[in-house]
């Protein structure tokens, strides 16, 4: 189950799964992202299954998640990956913009994981998968979106919390993207774009299926040893 999968880097996790022989179902609220996610798998061959919910929405979380079990009798991979971010300078940023980003990326996380663990743990076995960010990672928070970056820096320690108290069974591991080549972030200035480029040590921004395979990986029985860490993808720009 992928949460925010129509799109972007969880549409670019699903279909990659999919080639890999899962049976994937996305999370949308938007109904043009998930009409457009079916659409996309189904001109590769795939078959995507989509439902729809609020993940900052408990009782739509466990709808859907139940939907989910239902519909495949089993849930083995939570990728959390919906997420939004509200860019406005910090005197005009306001409390409704922190309670939005905070629902979303934080709340959302911790709700999705809550409803899909007890599945897990009936089975002894399970991934949980969060998505971080780059902005996320002690000094890389950027100004205009700190409320963005704070729900993200918190999405990691959550998931180190959640790795203890789900262990032995669950593993709960989070991906910290780079600047990332998606439709949220093709609008931006060009002058912007160039400078995430150029803070990159790699020299680009990646590309969602970069992404998408950190998080396929972390999944896989290659990760089984695997649990509470933050897995990088960003080119080498934390490493200024």
Avoid at 83 to 112: H, M, Q, Y
Wanted: charged content about 20%; some cysteine; proline content about 2%.
């Amino acid at each position: 189950m992928i949460t925010g999968g129509g799109r972007g880097i969880g549409l670019a996790t699903a279909l990659l799964m999919l080639s890999e022989g899962a049976r994937v179902g996305i999370v949308e609220l938007s109904e043009a992202h998930a009409q457009k996610g079916m659409e996309t798998a189904r001109s590769k061959g795939y078959s995507l299954k989509v439902f729809m919910g609020d993940v900052s929405k408990k009782d739509q979380v466990v709808g859907f998640t139940e939907a989910f079990v239902k519909e495949f009798g089993r849930i083995d991979i939570l990728v959390n990956n919906a997420g939004v971010a509200i860019s406005r300078p910090f005197l005009e940023k306001t409390v409704e913009d922190w309670v939005k980003t905070l629902e979303v990326n934080l709340i959302g996380v911790f709700l999705c994981a809550q409803a899909a663990a007890p599945h897990m743990l009936s089975r002894k076995s399970g991934k949980i998968i969060n998505i971080s960010s780059i902005r996320g990672i002690d000094h890389c928070g950027r100004e205009g979106i700190m409320d963005y970056s704070s729900s993200k820096a918190a999405v990691i320690n959550l998931t180190k919390t959640m790795a203890k108290e789900l262990a032995p069974h669950i593993n709960v591991n989070t991906v910290a993207p780079g600047h990332t080549l998606t439709e949220m972030t093709a609008s931006l200035p060009d002058a912007v774009k160039k400078n995430m480029i150029e803070g990159s040590y790699l020299k680009r921004m990646a590309q969602p299926e970069d992404i998408a395979r950190a998080i396929l990986f972390l999944a896989s029985d290659d990760a089984n040893f695997i649990t509470g860490q933050v897995l990088l993808v960003d080119g080498g720009f934390s490493l200024k």
